[in-house]
C-alpha cells in the first residue's frame, strides 16, 4: 500500500493491484514518415504538370511558324519566335468584335448572376414562406440538370418571344444560375441571426437589412459566385448556338469555334487558332489568381454549412 499526496489535498491511498499511475503518453508526430510526404507531393506535382502541360503547348504553338507548328505540334519552344500569327489574330479575323461582344455579354451575365443570386439566397436562408423548402429543392434538382438537355427548350422559348438573333437572347436566359443561389444561401445561413435583431428592432425592412446589414458580410461568397458567373459567362458556348446566328452577335468561344471550323480556309493554321484561345483565356485566369483565396474560403463556407 502506498500513500500518495496531491497539493491542495489530503493524503491518496493507493492500493495493491490497482492501476498504478501512467506517465503521459508523448504525442505521436504528424505527418508521417518522410518518404510518404515526398511521394505525396511527387503524385501532386505530377498532375499538376498533366494539367499544365496543354497550356504550355497552346503558349509555345501561339509563336511558331506554321510549318514549325504543324511539324512538331507537341513541342513547348519554337524554333524561332513569331509573331505573325499575333498580328493576324487582330487583323485577319473578327476577333476584337467576339471580344467585345464577350465582354459586354459577361459583365451584364455577372452582374445580375449575382444580384439575383444574393436576392433569392437570402430569401430561402432567412425570409419564412409557404413552400421555401420546395423552392430550394428545385433550386438542386436544377443543379443535376446537364445544360444540353435546355437547349432545344430555351431556342423554342427566345424564338416565340422573339428575342432570337439578338443580345437580350445571349444575356436573359442566363441571368440567373441555380449554383449561384445554392452558395448563397448556404452562406447566408452561417451568418448568425443575432447580426440581424439590432436592425430589426430599429425597423429596417427585409431589403435594407439584406443590402446594408447581411450583404456586406457576404464577401467571400460574393466573390466566389462571381468568379463562377465570369469564367461560366466568358466560356458559354452552348447558349450561344441556339441564340444567336448572325456574325456580328458571336462572342468569342462562338468565334473561335468557327474559326476552329476552318472559316480562315485550309490548313490547320494551329499558331492562329491556339494564339486565338490563348488570348481568350487570359482574362479568367488572372481573375481566378487574383481572387483564389476567397473564392476557396466562399466554397469552403458552404460545404461546411452544407
Given at each position: 500500500?502506498?500513500?500518495?499526496?496531491?497539493?491542495?489535498s489530503?493524503?491518496?491511498?493507493?492500493?495493491?493491484?490497482?492501476?498504478?499511475p501512467?506517465p503521459?503518453?508523448?504525442?505521436?508526430?504528424?505527418?508521417?514518415?518522410?518518404?510518404?510526404?515526398?511521394a505525396?507531393?511527387a503524385?501532386?506535382v505530377?498532375?499538376a504538370?498533366?494539367f499544365?502541360?496543354?497550356?504550355?503547348i497552346?503558349?509555345g504553338?501561339?509563336?511558331?511558324?506554321?510549318p514549325?507548328a504543324?511539324?512538331?505540334p507537341?513541342?513547348?519552344?519554337p524554333?524561332?519566335?513569331?509573331?505573325?500569327?499575333?498580328?493576324?489574330?487582330f487583323?485577319?479575323?473578327?476577333?476584337?468584335?467576339?471580344?467585345?461582344?464577350?465582354?459586354?455579354?459577361t459583365?451584364?451575365v455577372?452582374l445580375?448572376r449575382?444580384?439575383?443570386a444574393?436576392?433569392?439566397?437570402?430569401?430561402?436562408?432567412?425570409?419564412?414562406?409557404?413552400?421555401r423548402?420546395v423552392?430550394f429543392?428545385?433550386?438542386?434538382?436544377?443543379?443535376?440538370?446537364?445544360?444540353?438537355?435546355?437547349?432545344i427548350?430555351k431556342?423554342?422559348?427566345?424564338?416565340?418571344l422573339?428575342?432570337?438573333?439578338?443580345y437580350?437572347?445571349?444575356?436573359?436566359?442566363?441571368?440567373?444560375?441555380?449554383t449561384g443561389v445554392?452558395?448563397?444561401?448556404?452562406?447566408?445561413?452561417?451568418?448568425?441571426?443575432?447580426?440581424?435583431?439590432a436592425?430589426?428592432?430599429?425597423g429596417?425592412?427585409a431589403?435594407?437589412?439584406?443590402w446594408?446589414v447581411v450583404?456586406p458580410?457576404?464577401?467571400?461568397a460574393?466573390?466566389?459566385?462571381t468568379?463562377?458567373?465570369?469564367?461560366?459567362?466568358?466560356?458559354?458556348?452552348?447558349?450561344?448556338?441556339?441564340?444567336?446566328?448572325?456574325?456580328?452577335?458571336f462572342?468569342l468561344?462562338?468565334?473561335l469555334?468557327?474559326?476552329?471550323?476552318g472559316?480562315?480556309?485550309?490548313?490547320?493554321q494551329y499558331?492562329?487558332?491556339?494564339?486565338?484561345?490563348?488570348l481568350?483565356?487570359?482574362?479568367?485566369?488572372?481573375?481566378f489568381?487574383?481572387?483564389?483565396?476567397?473564392?476557396?474560403r466562399g466554397?469552403?463556407?458552404g460545404?461546411?454549412?452544407?
Open positions: 500500500m502506498a500513500v500518495l499526496t496531491q497539493p491542495g489530503g493524503p491518496m491511498i493507493h492500493l495493491p493491484g490497482e492501476d498504478d501512467q503521459p503518453r508523448r504525442r505521436r508526430r504528424r505527418g508521417g514518415h518522410p518518404a510518404a510526404a515526398f505525396g507531393y503524385v501532386l505530377f498532375f504538370l498533366v499544365l502541360y496543354p497550356f504550355v497552346q503558349l504553338n501561339a509563336f511558331k511558324t506554321e514549325d504543324a511539324a512538331n507537341l513541342s513547348p519552344i524554333s524561332v519566335l513569331d509573331l505573325n500569327s499575333v498580328q493576324r489574330i487583323d485577319g479575323t473578327d476577333f476584337p468584335l467576339w471580344l467585345g461582344n464577350s465582354t459586354l455579354v459583365i451584364i455577372t445580375g449575382v444580384f439575383f444574393s436576392l433569392a439566397g437570402y430569401a430561402l436562408a432567412r425570409l419564412k414562406f409557404s413552400g423548402r423552392v429543392g428545385a433550386v438542386v434538382a436544377m443543379m443535376a440538370v446537364p445544360p444540353v438537355v435546355l437547349l427548350p431556342f423554342l422559348v427566345l424564338n416565340q422573339g428575342l432570337y438573333n439578338s437580350a437572347a445571349l444575356i436573359v436566359p442566363v441571368l440567373v444560375d441555380a445554392f452558395v448563397m444561401k448556404q452562406f447566408f445561413e452561417s451568418i448568425p441571426v443575432s447580426v440581424e435583431e436592425a430589426r428592432i430599429d429596417v425592412n431589403f435594407r437589412m439584406f446594408s450583404l458580410m457576404a464577401r467571400p460574393l466573390i466566389t459566385v468568379i463562377m458567373s465570369f469564367q461560366g459567362s466568358w466560356n458559354e458556348l452552348p447558349h450561344t448556338l441556339v441564340a444567336v446566328q448572325d456574325p456580328a452577335l462572342t468561344p462562338r468565334g469555334a468557327d474559326l476552329v471550323s472559316s480562315l480556309g485550309k490548313g490547320s499558331p492562329l487558332k491556339l494564339g486565338a484561345a490563348l481568350a483565356t487570359i482574362p479568367v485566369a488572372i481573375i489568381v487574383v481572387f483564389q483565396r476567397y473564392f476557396v466554397a469552403n463556407e460545404a461546411e454549412k452544407g
